[in-house]
């Protein structure tokens, strides 16, 4: 987004370690750092790409933004007001304002509530209008995600809706308390294509219309190109590079992210995709921790620089940040080429 | 000769609300050593078809009609017994969500040599050990993991040893239904690679069934495209995804986001698939078609040769 200067969220060296159970036998437990010290920001107005793979700590990061957990370490600023601290009604005040929406429509939905009574629940929980207002209310909301006319559905329960009706309930839930933010994790991953694009569209048309900022979790770099302006990309809880999506996707620079556009399949008329090849197999004799998650699949890699110490996250061009000792030189990148397929 | 040809398959499930016709008139045929792609939203019959030419249908399903000839012999005319021969040893299959599809308290050594074992008795313990010895290294996983049990592994060497398993009674025809769906791009990357080297080496043919169309395009020769039960366009892959004909698939492609090229608006495909209890005698997309005629509605569509190999059930697409 053009407007850089207000940020709407903040994290400041964020950290989420998650101990595992002692074993009843054999080893004692041990801590997984699903976070290790995340800072960025998001603007107002702009849709926001958390982009990792499965573990990377998108999730967990979604989830200490919501409050649904609490960091190790760091804090979390919305609106220049730190959260991890609030209580009473600047917590009350908090979950007005920031929202969820789930990957799985098919588990957090509950199946003995129908539409009505799922969107307008957050309503009744911050105790907002009275009955007929609340449906009004409720109304708006399944319009705006395309559920009109809402009547059809209002009074349908879940196992009545099919996947991509349960997912833009779930988005009118969110929507109906008219937050200023919202997480948005996953939320097309169980769904197919072309319902995806339609939640894609919807969240899209929110951001316009409701001056709403949005987090959006995915592991689809294609997706987060075609949907936000900057992109954040994360693996073993550490973010690896931020920047403008399109940059960051055209010219990434980090050996990870390269590596992640290598292995999305290709087919069309991409002209020479450029192949970066910096993933080797992976050594298992380097060393774990201190150095660079992705040190030991690094083509790129040195050995003792990127195995004993953890690069910081440096701006190499305009808002294009990197945390690599070994920034690739770019100057090929992608060609523009007619679209052609790649996975999502 | 073609090593699979499939004529008119009709196959419908009895459910409590009535009879459900899963699969509608499919035909296709597949060549030695080649590889096919079905692609297609969840519900449009792709799994379906998959389970039919293993005899794998549960008790509801059945094949209405049709012919499935592999090898030249009728898989349908088979006996439970004589199916059993050939399951595993000609055809072998990948099932979706690999995660689950191994047994939580055998070794995953011992359960891939009792595959072995299964279909050749004569062969001591200690060879079909070995055999799974090599296979494991065909699909790279360490010697040193094979006496793990499947929670040890990871997602990817988990599908990796689905896959030793489906190689190892030497197969002509694998059938991999969403082999990995529920991997990470990079852990996919080097499966479809893998994949694609030992299909290569060993001369295999394949039938990938996928809702993700990249991937079917990664690496399949022909692409068939189903909707609704029915096959709706067919050839290769190339020509599928360069000149796509039927507008179900030209929807599809266009609700897909790209990484190069023009960011265009996605254009989501409106309304829902036909209930498949009462289809539409007509053609089973035309609601959702942009360019839909009244005729349509009411016409069963027919087949349309856009090129000596490319097929689209549609007429009106021009």
Redesign the interface.
């Known amino acids: 987004m053009e407007d850089k200067t207000k940020p709407i969220l903040e994290l400041e060296n964020l950290s989420k370690v998650y101990r595992t159970k002692r074993a009843l036998f054999g080893d004692s437990g041990s801590d997984v750092i699903a976070l290790n010290r995340i800072s960025f920001k998001i603007f107002e107005g702009e849709i926001f790409g958390l982009v990792g793979?499965?573990g990377s700590g998108k999730t967990t990061a979604g989830r200490l933004i919501v409050k649904l957990e609490k960091p190790a370490e760091g804090k979390i600023y919305l609106e220049n007001a730190d959260i991890t601290g609030f209580k009473g009604k600047a917590l009350r005040d908090f979950r007005r304002k920031v929202q969820m929406i789930f990957q799985d429509p098919y588990q957090s939905l509950n199946p003995q509530l129908s539409v009505l009574n799922t969107v307008s629940e957050p309503l009744t929980v911050h105790k907002i209008g009275n009955g007929k207002a609340r449906q009004e209310l409720v109304r708006q909301a399944m319009k705006s995600v395309g559920l009109s006319p809402p009547d059809d559905y209002l009074h349908r329960y879940p196992h009545q809706l099919?996947?991509g009706q349960r997912q833009r309930v779930a988005i009118a839930r969110a929507m109906v308390l008219n937050p200023r933010f919202v997480v948005a994790d996953e939320p097309t991953s169980m769904l197919?294509?072309?319902?995806?694009?339609?939640i894609?569209?919807i969240l899209s048309e929110m951001r316009e219309k409701l001056d709403l900022t949005i987090l959006f979790i995915t592991?689809?770099?294609?997706?987060a190109?075609?949907?936000c302006d900057r992109i954040a990309v994360i693996y073993r809880g550490h973010l690896m590079e931020m920047g403008p999506a399109?940059e960051v996707?055209r010219n990434p620079k980090h050996p990870y992210t390269q590596?992640?556009?290598?292995?999305?399949?290709?087919?069309?008329?991409?002209?020479d995709?450029k192949h970066y090849g910096t993933?080797r197999r992976a050594d298992s004799e380097a060393p774990e921790g201190a150095g660079c998650p992705f040190y030991p699949r690094c083509k790129v890699a040195h050995r003792t620089k990127c195995g004993t110490g953890m690069p910081r996250l440096e701006e190499i061009s305009d808002s294009h940040l990197v945390a690599c000792y070994y920034t690739m030189p770019g100057d090929e990148t992608?060609?523009?080429?007619?679209?052609?397929?790649?996975?999502? | 000769m073609a090593l699979l040809e499939v004529e008119n398959l009709n196959i419908g499930y009895r459910t409590r609300k009535g009879y459900l016709q899963a699969v509608a008139g499919v035909s296709f045929s597949l060549e030695e050593g080649k590889s096919l792609g079905f692609v297609g939203?969840?519900g449009c019959g792709k799994t379906t078809i998959g389970m039919a030419l293993m005899g794998l249908l549960p008790p509801n399903g059945m094949v209405t009609k049709g012919r499935i000839l592999f090898e030249g012999q009728d898989l349908l005319t088979l006996s439970d017994s004589e199916m059993r021969s050939i399951r595993w040893k000609r055809i072998a299959m990948i099932f979706q969500a690999a995660m689950n599809a191994m047994n939580p308290v055998h070794r995953v050594e011992d359960q891939v040599a009792e595959a072995i074992l299964a279909h050749d008795p004569d062969l001591g313990k200690s060879d079909a050990k070995k055999q799974v010895e090599g296979l494991f290294q065909l699909v790279g996983i360490p010697e040193a993991r094979m006496r793990d049990y499947p929670h040890q592994y990871s997602?990817g060497m988990k599908q990796r040893a689905i896959i030793a398993m489906a190689l190892a009674c030497h197969p002509k025809l694998i059938i991999a239904d969403e082999p990995t769906t529920a991997l990470?791009?990079?852990v996919?990357?080097?499966i479809?690679k893998e994949t694609r080297k030992l299909q290569r080496e060993f001369g295999i043919s394949m039938i990938f069934i996928s809702?993700?169309?990249?991937?079917v395009?990664?690496?399949c020769h022909d692409i068939g495209i189903m909707y609704a039960g029915q096959l709706v366009e067919y050839g290769s892959?190339e020509e599928v995804?360069?000149s796509p004909c039927h507008p179900y698939t030209r929807?599809?492609?266009s609700?897909?986001?790209?990484?190069?090229?023009?960011?265009s608006?996605?254009?989501?495909?409106s309304g829902?698939t036909p209930n498949l209890i009462n289809p539409p005698s007509g053609c089973r997309f035309c609601d959702r078609c942009p360019g839909a005629k009244t005729s349509c509605k009411t016409d069963p569509p027919a087949w349309e040769e856009v090129g000596p190999r490319h097929r689209a059930l549609c007429q009106d697409f021009r």
């Open positions: 793979e499965s099919s996947g197919d294509a072309s319902i995806s694009a339609q894609f569209n592991h689809s770099l294609a997706a190109r075609y949907l399109e996707i590596a992640l556009i290598d292995a999305l399949p290709k087919f069309g008329d991409c002209g995709v993933l992608i060609p523009e080429g007619d679209a052609c397929f790649y996975a999502t | 939203e969840s997602g990470d791009v990079i996919q990357d080097q479809l809702h993700d169309i990249s991937i395009a990664d690496v892959r995804f360069q929807a599809l492609i609700s897909y986001p790209t990484l190069t090229g023009k960011k608006r996605l254009t989501p495909i829902e």
